[in-house]
Nanobody
């Protein structure tokens, strides 16, 4: 079992920045990939960014603006979000994959124009 706790969401104006954190606990040694997904109102949950063994992957809509990183000593993955746009608004979920996916409770990000 893996437990994930997100923090760092909030409200910001367009062009601003936020950093999300996701602290993992439990069977963390079995985690082979972590990432962030977001879900806008009335839409499906979409991939934002993933990180695995130092290799990163981003949705086209966030490339050049968001950066995912992982601190193994703290068992924490981060999502630095810069140049935020109103379309980045949504609930952001942390994800960890072992032999199955695990999800955090989500943190709200609201970007106003």
């Amino acid at each position: 079992q893996v437990q994930l706790v997100e923090s760092g969401g909030g409200s910001v104006q367009a062009g601003g920045s936020l950093r999300l954190s996701c602290a993992a606990s439990g069977s963390i040694f079995n985690i082979n990939r972590m990432g962030w997904y977001r879900q806008a109102p009335g839409k499906q949950r979409d991939l934002v960014a993933t990180i695995r063994l130092g290799s990163t992957n981003y949705a086209d809509s966030v490339k050049g603006r968001f950066t995912i990183s992982r601190d193994n000593a703290k068992n924490t993955v981060y999502l630095q979000m810069n140049s935020l746009k109103p379309e980045d608004t949504g609930v952001y979920y942390c994800n960890a994959v072992t032999d199955r996916p695990y999800w955090g409770q989500g943190t709200q990000v609201t970007v106003s124009s």
